[in-house]
């Protein structure tokens, strides 16, 4: 069973920083898109960022310059460098692995932010 173990996680000042990682087991990672999602209390689940097995990434747009997606296929790992955060970036934050029809999420890291 794919397993996805979020890190990381807490309380922080706007402006400061925190990264998450996420370790996955029992899928061959490399061959995986992984990605970190969030959601804030009564919004949607929204996308943060996304990795290939290539290194390519992409963002969303209001995220751009702030956050930063990396991966290690030789540790299984996967991390969201967040900078210059803000209350708004309050939410709780879901690693993912996906190939083609397969999606897998973690059972989340909360991220607070205070103002």
């Known amino acids: 069973q794919v397993q996805l173990a979020e890190s990381g996680g807490g309380l922080v000042q706007a402006g400061g920083s925190l990264r998450l990682s996420c370790a996955a087991s029992?899928?061959?990672?490399?061959?995986?898109?992984m990605g970190w999602y969030r959601q804030a209390p009564g919004k949607q689940r929204e996308l943060v960022a996304r990795i290939t097995s290539g290194g390519t990434t992409n963002y969303a747009d209001s995220l751009k310059g702030r956050f930063t997606i990396s991966r290690d296929n030789a540790k299984n790992t996967v991390h969201l460098q967040m900078n210059s955060l803000k209350p708004e970036d309050t939410a709780v934050h879901y690693c993912t692995a996906q190939k083609a029809w397969e999606m897998y999420w973690g059972q989340g890291t909360q991220v607070t932010v205070s103002s």
């Open positions: 029992e899928i061959i990672f490399s061959i995986y898109i």
